[in-house]
């Protein structure tokens, strides 16, 4: 979606490597947030932020840290990626959720071998 | 734990057949409904619900909210092969301090075959 990209588009890491996933916006809202996406499991929240500096776990953080130093940039670092972190990953935005609802970047498809 | 069941899980019809795909929520002061559909990429947006009984309607999709028993309806009319995608039903709790988290079910996969 324009206003919401995300980077890389794919990427192929080895186990027990580094790996920073980036989410850019352009709508400057408030709120974004880290989801993934495996099958038999839909969509589930790793982190979220409701401002700079201001972040939260979602049900799935173990493993992952964000940061967010502005707003338009939020970052999800997998520390020490394994195996069953291979997954698509979206990122999304809103301003007011109870009222416009999630825009989703276009996804990043990380596989760790 | 809040909560949303989509069924079914996944669904194969003919062109031209009308479905109905199923979405029940378990949530903490519940604040609205959405559906979204996804293809390849990116879920996009459908519909919003909020107030129980008042049905939205785009071309030949529509959803219902029901409040009292919480679940909400997605029919699609007259489907086409374009229709075919997972169909995607959240719900957003209503919190103080407005994170706004949506929690989503596991999704309906739609097969619409010529």
């Known amino acids: 979606d324009a206003g919401i990209t995300q980077s890389p588009r794919h990427k192929v890491t080895e186990t027990g490597t580094p790996v920073t996933l980036r989410c850019h916006q352009t709508e400057n809202h408030r709120y974004m947030y880290w989801y993934r996406q495996d099958p038999g499991h839909g969509l589930r929240l790793i982190h979220y932020?409701?401002?700079?500096?201001?972040?939260d776990k979602g049900e799935v953080s173990d493993g992952y840290s964000v940061s967010r130093s502005k707003t338009e940039d939020f970052l999800l670092t997998l520390e020490s990626a394994t195996s069953s972190q291979t997954s698509v990953y979206f990122c999304a935005i809103s301003e007011q959720a109870g009222v416009y609802g999630y825009t989703f970047g276009s996804g990043t498809r990380l596989t760790v071998v | 734990e809040d909560k949303v069941v989509q069924s079914p899980l996944s669904l194969v019809v003919h062109e031209g057949d009308t479905v109905t795909l199923n979405c029940s929520y378990e949530?903490?002061?519940?604040?609205?409904l959405l559906w979204y559909k996804q293809e390849k990429k990116a879920p996009t947006f459908l519909f919003m619900l909020t107030s129980s009984g008042i049905e939205k309607k785009s071309g030949r999709l529509s959803s219902i909210l029901d409040k009292k028993e919480l679940f909400s309806i997605l029919n699609i009319t007259a489907t086409q092969t374009g229709d075919s995608a997972v169909y995607l039903c959240?719900?957003?709790?209503?919190?103080?301090?407005?994170?706004?988290?949506?929690?989503f079910g596991k999704g309906t996969k739609l097969t619409v075959n010529p």
């Open positions: 949530v903490t002061n519940f604040r609205s």
């Open positions: 959240a719900v957003i709790p209503r919190t103080q301090g407005g994170s706004e988290k949506l929690v």
């Open positions: 932020s409701y401002g700079v500096k201001d972040t």
